[in-house]
């Protein structure tokens, strides 16, 4: 199955085996509700803690995934990706809990704290400049050398690993009405969308409006492959795939945005009300939610906190707040 030309997409069993075959490796994460959170933001918010799974994301459940079906297909050798972070440490633990090696190419800006973590992941970091087009062509020599590509986001096997969170968030809250995600390249909406489909759930996601390169595909019509992102959500930086952007246009009923500034107060609001210290691209749900009162008001919603890999001394800059959040 080829990693990038928008072939074959997951269906609900697909994510369902993926959950499988990866549930002995990944932490069941919470679920958390707060009577407070809810009477600001006036519905009632369900939020799946990724940011407390192995590696501080959600993206070790895909990376995991991607591995076990290299396993299973009887594939050998190291592996390659590009990240910003996230996708690139869980895929080094994952790599190195099958006895492998991953490559990851990262863009020169990416925070310290993420990449000390692929290294300390058993990871091999490879800097590029900070264009989609760069980690495309860094990644592609890392191919030509023997590596295997795992892509981050417009991969089958990633999409499954993804979903089953939102399995897990629907088994735990049957009755939700709403489901939001943050999207960077689409994984994680993609597979929310596919896993949460039998359930008439409605799903959004949401973008900062300094990388909405989804928000334009959608206008388009096609993907905005030169869209240059500007945001401080550095895990949502990556133009949307092509599997995950006909899974969007498909199942998504829409997909917001919110500026920087919305996130650090979402940040904030995280920990003042369910003391979580969330990274940006995690906050970008609580933001979305709390500016459209028109969409989530009185409803029952889930959100999948996707990440929280960054260092306290980033979070008091961001958020304007003194003092550690610990």
Not at 166 to 181: K, Y
Not at 233 to 253: C, H, M, P, S, Y
Not at 270 to 276: A, G, S
């Amino acid at each position: 199955m080829s990693q990038t030309d928008g072939g074959y997409i997951p269906d609900l069993s697909d994510i369902h085996l993926a959950h499988a075959r990866i549930r002995k490796l990944v932490r069941q994460t919470p679920v958390i509700n707060d009577p407070g959170l809810d009477e600001i933001l006036g519905c009632r918010l369900f939020c799946k803690c990724e940011n407390l799974q192995r590696t501080g994301a959600f993206k070790f459940r895909g990376a995991t995934h991607a591995i076990a079906r290299m396993r299973e297909d009887g594939t050998a050798g190291n592996v390659a990706t590009h990240s910003s972070g996230n996708h690139g440490a869980a895929l080094a633990l994952a790599a190195r809990l099958d006895g492998r090696t991953a490559h990851v190419v990262m863009p020169e800006n990416s925070s310290r704290i993420k990449i000390d973590a692929v290294r300390g992941y058993g990871g091999q970091v490879h800097f590029c400049a900070a264009t989609n087009e760069a980690r495309a062509e860094r990644l592609e020599a890392l191919v030509q050398q023997g590596m295997i590509p795992i892509h981050p986001y417009d991969d089958a096997n990633i999409i499954a690993g993804q979903g089953t969170a939102a399995l897990e968030l629907e088994q735990a809250v049957p009755s939700l009405e709403q489901v939001i995600t943050p999207i960077g390249g689409g994984g994680l909406i993609s597979g929310t969308a596919i896993a949460t489909r039998a359930w008439g759930v409605s799903i959004y996601g949401v973008e900062p409006s300094g990388a909405a390169d989804t928000v334009e595909s959608l206008l388009r019509g096609e993907i905005a492959t030169a869209f240059q992102p500007d945001t401080i959500a550095d895990g949502l930086r990556a133009i949307v795939g092509q599997r995950n952007f006909r899974v969007i246009r498909e199942l998504v009923k829409q997909v917001l945005t919110v500026s920087d500034d919305e996130i650090r107060e979402a940040m904030t609001l995280t920990w003042q009300t369910l003391k979580l210290v969330i990274e940006p691209s995690s906050a970008t749900v609580i933001a979305a939610i709390r500016k459209h009162p028109e969409i989530f008001g009185g409803h029952k919603v889930g959100a999948i906190i996707s990440g929280g890999n960054i260092h306290p001394a980033d979070w008091c800059a961001l958020t304007g707040t003194s003092s550690d959040p610990r």
